[in-house]
């Protein structure tokens, strides 16, 4: 449960980071073809789905870990 909150907190982060200076965060989630990352911009998130520059929309569940860039 600790582990959901630190990833809700790490999300709001990388979300006011992207929206207020274009920051970037680095995102690890699972996919069909496993881990993957990404280093881009969080513009949305809600409580199931976070929204990357591009439109592109990871499901929360599938992050592993984030990195504030």
Do not use: Y
Request: charged share 30%; aromatic share 4%.
């Amino acid at each position: 449960e600790s582990d959901k909150l630190l990833r809700r907190e790490l999300i709001e982060k990388a979300m006011i980071l992207g929206n207020s200076s274009k920051g970037k965060s680095k995102i690890f989630f699972m996919s069909e073809d496993g881990l993957l990352e990404v280093e881009t911009t969080v513009w949305q998130a809600s409580d199931d789905l976070i929204t990357l520059k591009g439109g592109l929309m990871i499901p929360v569940h599938c992050i592993e870990r984030i990195e504030l860039l």
